[in-house]
């Protein structure tokens, strides 16, 4: 049996899953079709706010393509065995979350004809044009390493040498993607919000705490649906490695407030300001950004007390406040807080209507559907390979 015909076999559960993820992509799909029809005007994005939740979402994204690397770097650079099982899982994993990346910034276009022009007018000083460079390559590099060891697996041997020297490439390739995401960003110096050079390991630190987060609830899931049983010490290591990340990822954040509200550059701090509060008792993003430092707390606390973390019902809180906090900070608050206030004086809030959500729940449910069907593909071999 071919790869592809390992996904399709299935019972009742796995078909209806797969049903629900496609009704949400169709959705997403006639969604879409009507912004290209009537324009990106039919959504709440503005001149003064042109990147929303689509953008909010591509930065997101790419931080779950670490998933790959907070389990590929431990196995194949430091022999970790304990990851033995689950590397490939993380592999796939990080390469649909970047896909998905590329998808948002895609549907942001308004027009795909614009995707084009970066391709037909390259020039080294566009980092769009390095954006797309770096992440239609991960994908292409992840994609044929995920192809050559599920063969190995098949096959019952080990990986060809040629493999292992691109699972070392992929690397610094995952940091660099996160490097050129946050220098879009930062480099756009009339942003005092994004315009800082802590905003790239910032972005890094928080994509290696989701990646291994999120890693950590599916396997968790897995487990529970009884359809792959992770090891109890890849579990612990993952979580070590979320704490760690998480101690950094809000260490960067405490060391940026300092920067803003020591300095008092007044353009820093009113962005801050607004996040938070401060600025304005009626800012709709406040309660948001405090909900999403209440979360960042919950989870630092329970994963750095290795008794806490032990306890699979407060791991699964951890790891789910984790994502949820960080999916908060770096999906909205980074892109809200960028371009409000804005310069002009005030301007109505930002807030995501219908028709962004509907596109980006069927982009997320695009990814799910990938992730079940390589999920699939991967547990088929490996039962395979113990019968």
Same mark, same amino acid.
């Given at each position: 049996?071919?790869?592809i015909?390992k ?27 009507q912004?290209q ?19 909010g *979402? ?13 389990v590929?770097?431990p ?5 970790w065995?304990?990851y033995?099982k689950?590397?490939?899982?993380? *592999?796939?994993?990080g390469t649909?979350?970047v896909i ?19 391709l037909?007018y ?9 954006d797309?460079l ?6 292409i590099? /992840?994609a044929i ?9 098949q096959?019952?041997? %080990?990986?060809?040498l040629?493999? *292992?020297?691109l699972?070392?490439l ?15 960003l930062?480099g756009?110096v009339?942003?005092?919000y994004?315009?800082t %050079?802590l ?6 630190a928080?994509?290696?705490?989701a990646?291994?987060a999120m890693l950590?609830l599916?396997l ?9 049983d =992770? ?6 290591r993952l979580? /070590?490695t979320?704490a ?5 990822h ?7 407030f ?10 820093e ?6 996040l938070?509060g401060g600025?304005? =008792? ?12 209440v979360l ?7 994963l750095?007390?290795?008794a806490l973390?032990?306890?699979t ?10 994502v949820?906090?960080?999916w908060i900070e770096?999906?909205?608050g ?9 310069p ?12 962004e959500?509907?596109?980006? %729940? ?5 990814g799910?559907f990938?992730?079940t ?6 547990f088929?071999v490996r039962?395979?390979a113990?019968?």
């Amino acid at each position: 049996m071919s790869l592809i015909e390992k996904t399709l076999a299935g019972g009742r559960r796995y078909w209806l899953w797969l049903g629900f993820l496609a009704v949400l992509m169709v959705m997403a799909l006639l969604g879409w079709v009507q912004e290209q029809q009537v324009g990106l005007g039919i959504t709440d994005l503005s001149r003064n706010m042109p990147w929303g939740l689509y953008i909010g *979402q591509f930065i997101f994204c790419v931080g779950v393509g670490d998933a790959a690397l907070v389990v590929m770097l431990p196995y194949y650079l430091h022999h970790w065995r304990a990851y033995a099982k689950v590397a490939l899982l993380g *592999q796939i994993l990080g390469t649909v979350g970047v896909i998905l990346a590329m998808l948002f910034i895609f549907v942001s276009m308004g027009k795909p004809v614009r995707l084009i022009n970066v391709l037909l007018y390259p020039h080294p000083r566009s980092l769009i044009f390095w954006d797309m460079l770096t992440l239609s390559g991960y994908v292409i590099l /992840t994609a044929i390493i995920i192809f050559r060891l599920l063969i190995a697996e098949q096959e019952h041997s %080990a990986p060809p040498l040629w493999t *292992q020297r691109l699972v070392l490439l992929s690397f610094p390739w995952a940091v660099g993607i996160h490097t050129v995401t946050a220098f879009l960003l930062c480099g756009l110096v009339a942003r005092p919000y994004w315009f800082t %050079a802590l905003l790239a390991p910032r972005f890094l630190a928080s994509a290696l705490t989701a990646g291994s987060a999120m890693l950590v609830l599916i396997l968790l899931l897995l487990k529970r649906l009884e359809l792959f049983d =992770a090891e109890e010490d890849a579990l612990r290591r993952l979580a /070590t490695t979320a704490a760690y990340c998480l101690v950094v990822h809000v260490f960067f954040t405490l060391v940026e407030f300092f920067n803003v509200f020591y300095g008092g550059v007044p353009q820093e701090v009113e962005h801050v300001d607004y996040l938070y509060g401060g600025l304005t =008792a009626t800012s709709p993003v406040a309660p948001w950004m405090w909900l999403s430092a209440v979360l960042a707390l919950v989870a630092l606390l329970v994963l750095l007390v290795p008794a806490l973390r032990q306890r699979t019902p407060l791991l699964l809180a951890a790891c789910t406040s984790a994502v949820i906090s960080i999916w908060i900070e770096k999906g909205f608050g980074m892109l809200v807080g960028g371009f409000e206030p804005s310069p002009f004086g005030a301007t109505p809030p930002y807030v995501p209507d219908f028709s962004e959500w509907k596109v980006a %729940a069927g982009i997320w449910a695009l990814g799910a559907f990938l992730v079940t069907l390589m999920y699939k593909i991967v547990f088929s071999v490996r039962k395979e390979a113990e019968s």
